[in-house]
């Protein structure tokens, strides 16, 4: 057991899915995995290991914005031994290119966190995807019919209420196709263990439009972000499976 995770060694997968709702964590185990089983409720931010195709797959709650996040993925690269961590998130799209329920895969985040300014001494650090993950996830998203993705930056930000709203517009024109709060330290916690990562997300609301999804289809209906995630982790043949 971890501080946060109430797992016992070897109860987590090598390949673990990161929501932060832990409610949609138990959707997806109960959705995309068999024989799922509960590991840990501490706090209430579910994670459960099953399989998907044959292959063990864990997934857990992360909580909301990158303080939050950093403790499970920190215990889960430390303690459990994950390998590879696919964010599966919601997100607020920036650009009008993009479109609620598009998924949005995000090659590269950007952050006002302050968190690797103190990590790297106040340098800049560019948090990016595992590339073999990104490529895999890119190709598994285009080949799925009716589904609109894009491939691009995203902005970890980690206020949801932004008090400086006059910023997306800019972020918009430098190539920032959404904002959520968790990708960022994703990238860089993994970075710095060996870990592949990766985050998908859906498009929940827009900022231009201010057009929105509801509670419960944030939590049970972002299902292609989840099979894009899963056959990114297990290759190009699982999908095809
Ligand atoms: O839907 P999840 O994965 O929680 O992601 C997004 O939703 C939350 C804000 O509503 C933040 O955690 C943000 O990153
Ligand atoms: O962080 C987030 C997630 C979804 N939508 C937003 O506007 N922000």
Not at 27 to 48: H, K, Q
Not at 137 to 144: H, K, L, Q
Not at 161 to 183: C, D, F, S
Not at 222 to 236: C, H, K, N, P, S
């Amino acid at each position: 057991m971890s501080t946060h995770i109430a797992a016992e060694p070897g109860a987590v997968a090598p390949t673990v899915l990161l929501p932060g709702d832990p409610l949609r964590a138990r959707w997806i185990a109960e959705t995309f995995l068999d024989d799922a089983t509960c590991y840990s409720e501490v706090r209430g931010m579910l994670g459960f290991t099953g399989t998907w195709q044959g292959h063990p797959v864990s997934v857990q709650g992360t909580g909301m914005g990158q303080p939050s996040l950093a403790i499970y993925a920190t215990e889960l690269f430390r303690e459990y031994g994950v390998t590879t961590a696919i964010r599966v998130g919601s997100c607020g799209a920036l650009s009008e290119q993009v479109a609620v329920r598009d998924v949005v895969i995000a090659a590269g985040a950007c952050t006002d966190s302050s968190m690797n300014r103190i990590r790297f001494g106040g340098h800049d650090y560019a948090p990016v995807a595992d590339y073999d993950l990104l490529a895999a996830a890119v190709a598994a998203a285009r080949s799925r019919e009716g589904l609109t993705s894009h491939v691009g930056l995203i902005f970890s930000s980690d206020s949801f209420y932004t008090p400086r709203p006059e910023l997306m517009k800019p972020m918009a024109e430098h190539g920032v196709l959404a904002v959520e709060m968790e990708a960022s330290a994703l990238y860089t916690l993994a970075a710095g263990h060996g870990v592949r990562a990766l985050a998908v997300c859906t498009v929940s609301d827009h900022i231009v439009t201010g057009e929105e999804t509801s509670a419960q289809e944030r939590e049970q209906t972002f299902a292609d972000m989840v099979e894009i995630a899963l056959t990114a982790a297990f290759g190009a043949a699982a999908f095809k499976g």
